[in-house]
């Protein structure tokens, strides 16, 4: 099913040209090539994550006055993503013929929560059933003056990270920039997040950050990702600011100059690796596009999206990546770009190929990599106890079917 409009058509063509190409991508299903923007019921268009520019092109040829249609984006923009209204009939300051109009041509469809599991550090995990069935996970992170919802951009991946939970689950689509953006709506509801009309203004932010390092690549979904930040970055709705939006990728390079130029959010790089060796092993991406090059296509960006610095993610692994050797040459490697290394203890799941290097050795290496002028955190593991931390998300339905023997052999 190809979209109408030529650039959504070149956009689709893109997105296909990058996965193909890749050999160590999954096999490519017509699923992949079909990212809907209406829902089968009834064919009503899903106002949820279009952008400004695609909602008034959308109430325009829906009857909307070409006068009128800058101040209905306005109305409706704030009904949804300030005041988190789910209907068209309580957007009071729009006639009731108006209103009657948005029923017929229009909804408003978030992801529906399957289950909802909350761990012992009150860490929440959603798993999500978005159109067709399909299944992703979201999690969201409490933390002393700040909230962080990981969001999903694949169902699946492309990627076959060997460490990564997720990576044993071939890519089915790509998330809908309704999709991406409905997994920050469905949190706000579950956490009461939306403020009260009439009530004292509250800058209080349950959700303060996004970070898209869930299921998925997101710059494998480019463009559904960009139209799904601006809708989150809008002033007038949900104004996360671009510095409060972290992307991580794991080294798609022709598409990193273009999310500065076109998103400006922070970049995290799934980094893991200190060789080409072994990276290819953690992160088969790499033999399409090498360390040198990934870190060329990485030194412009802080000066292309006024981004202070690149956040290089490194899990721990015990034996495999975690040597004082490796710690030295990772600072040589960064040196010269704005940087800090966030080193993640490896979180285990039912059948991984590797385990989490202790924590001396953690410590040891964070030293090194100190001692040479860069910030080391070591990140807290959250929401273990329901696999909801860093590497573990896969949609319910899909873990188990792989056996210990099948995921070490694919490790290499």
Not at 240 to 259: F, H, Q, Y
Not at 374 to 383: N, V
Request: hydrophobic content about 40%.
């Amino acid at each position: 099913m190809w979209p109408v409009e030529k650039p959504a058509r070149l956009a689709y063509l893109r997105v296909f040209s990058q996965i193909a190409g890749d050999a160590m991508n999954a096999p490519i299903t017509q699923d992949v090539l079909t990212i809907p923007r209406k829902l089968p019921e009834g064919g009503l268009t899903n106002i949820v994550g279009l952008t400004r520019e695609q909602l008034r092109d959308a109430l325009v040829e829906a009857g909307t006055p070409e006068k009128q249609a800058k101040m209905r984006v306005g109305q409706v923009w704030q009904w949804i993503y300030h005041w988190g209204v789910r209907d068209f009939a309580q957007m009071t300051n729009l006639a009731k013929d108006y209103r009657a109009l948005l029923a017929d041509r229009f909804q408003i469809v978030l992801p529906e929560i399957v289950t909802r599991q909350v761990s012992s550090d009150g860490t929440r995990k959603y798993l999500l059933k978005i159109a067709g069935g399909h299944e992703v996970e979201a999690v969201y992170i409490p933390e002393e003056g700040r909230g962080t919802l990981c969001v999903s951009s694949q169902v699946g991946c492309t990627l076959t990270c060997s460490f990564c939970h997720t990576g044993t689950q071939k890519l089915v689509r790509n998330l809908t920039a309704g999709e991406i953006v409905g997994q920050l709506l469905v949190a706000r509801d579950d956490l009461g997040e939306w403020p009260v009309q009439g009530a004292p203004k509250d800058e209080t932010r349950l959700i303060s950050n996004i970070v898209l390092m869930g299921m998925g690549e997101p710059l494998y979904n480019f463009e559904n990702v960009r139209d799904a930040m601006k809708v989150v970055m809008d002033g007038e709705g949900l104004s996360l600011s671009r510095r409060r939006i972290t992307l991580s990728t794991s080294g798609v390079v022709p598409e990193i100059a273009r999310t500065a130029e076109e998103i400006g959010c922070l970049l995290a790089v799934s980094f893991h690796a200190t060789t080409d060796e072994t990276r290819d092993k953690l992160v088969p991406i790499n033999k399409r596009w090498n360390i040198q090059t990934l870190l060329e296509a990485l030194r412009d960006y802080p000066r292309l999206s006024n981004s202070e610095r690149i956040t290089f993610e490194y899990v721990m692994l015990d034996g495999v990546n975690d040597s004082d050797d490796d710690a030295r040459r990772l600072v040589q490697l960064i040196r010269g770009i704005p940087a800090k290394i966030n080193l993640i203890p490896f979180n285990e799941w039912p059948g991984a190929p590797y385990k989490r290097s202790s924590n001396n050795r953690i410590r040891a290496f964070a030293d090194i990599i100190y001692k040479a002028g860069y910030a080391s955190p070591i990140r807290t593991p959250r929401g273990e106890d329901i696999m909801a931390a860093c590497g573990q998300l896969k949609s319910a339905t899909e873990r188990g079917r792989k056996s210990r023997a099948q995921i070490a052999a694919e490790a290499g």
